[in-house]
Antibody, heavy 118, light 108 residues
Framework: EVQLVESGGGLVQPGGSLRLSCVASGFNFSTYEMNWVRQAPGKGLEWVSHIRRSGSALFYGDFVKGRFSISRDNAKNSLYLQMNSLRAEDTAVYYC???????????WGQGTLVTVSS | AVQLTQSPSSLSAAVGDRVSITCRASQGISTALAWYQQKPGKPPKLLIYEASSLESGVPSRFSGSGSGTDFTLTISTLQPEDFATYYCEQFNNYPRLTFGGGTKVEIK
């Protein structure tokens, strides 16, 4: 079964950091590009970041402004999102999503909730 | 950046109804559009890609159409399990993605 499982979310104070992880199973992880997408409580979907298969190229939403860093370890079938300088507006459920091709996000994890609050 | 506007933002419909949701892009994006369904507390599920291609395993009552700036998701005969929120997504500037604001389909 194709599966993505996120972890690492939690409560963090403004200005703090978190590292999200996403472990893939049931498919050849190294052959897929991957994304992080977030959803603030009661709001719509917002694309966060994208990483190429080898990790050679990285892309971010404009709101990231150098605060987040996406990475992957193909040997561990894992995707990561390092989030620094967190703000209240970063509060959201963060999903990892497999990119079948050109934005065709065909598999999503269940999400991990990040809450930024003092 | 391309912006997507979905309409309506919500609608009420009965089981068996034909439902159409519109997504309008702020500039032409050819057929670089996908549609997702999301139920409360669950991740989105891909329904349609490249504007009109049905994702494997998705019921044929779902269809997508359009190109350029105007797109439509149609549910031919609404089923109880179709009550959800639907999002369009554009990938014209891939890998940067943009989502529409969502359309909530509620039971009449």
């Amino acid at each position: 079964e194709v599966q993505l499982v996120e972890s690492g979310g939690g409560l963090v104070q403004p200005g703090g950091s978190l590292r999200l992880s996403c472990v893939a199973s049931g498919f050849n992880f190294s052959t897929y590009e991957m994304n992080w997408v977030r959803q603030a409580p009661g709001k719509g979907l917002e694309w966060v970041s994208h990483i190429r298969r080898s990790g050679s190229a990285l892309f971010y939403g404009d709101f990231v402004k150098g605060r987040f860093s996406i990475s992957r370890d193909n040997a561990k079938n894992s995707l990561y999102l390092q989030m620094n300088s967190l703000r209240a507006e970063d509060t959201a459920v963060y999903y990892c999503a497999r990119d079948a091709a050109y934005g065709r996000l065909d598999c999503w994890g269940q999400g991990t909730l990040v809450t930024v609050s003092s | 950046a391309v912006q997507l506007t979905q309409s309506p933002s919500s609608l009420s419909a009965a089981v068996g109804d034909r439902v159409s949701i519109t997504c309008r892009a702020s500039q032409g994006i050819s057929t670089a559009l996908a549609w997702y369904q999301q139920k409360p507390g669950k991740p989105p599920k891909l329904l349609i890609y490249e504007a009109s291609s049905l994702e494997s395993g998705v019921p044929s009552r779902f269809s997508g159409s359009g190109s350029g700036t105007d797109f439509t998701l149609t549910i031919s005969t609404l089923q109880p399990e179709d009550f959800a929120t639907y999002y369009c997504e554009q990938f014209n500037n891939y890998p940067r993605l943009t989502f529409g604001g969502g359309t909530k389909v509620e039971i009449k």
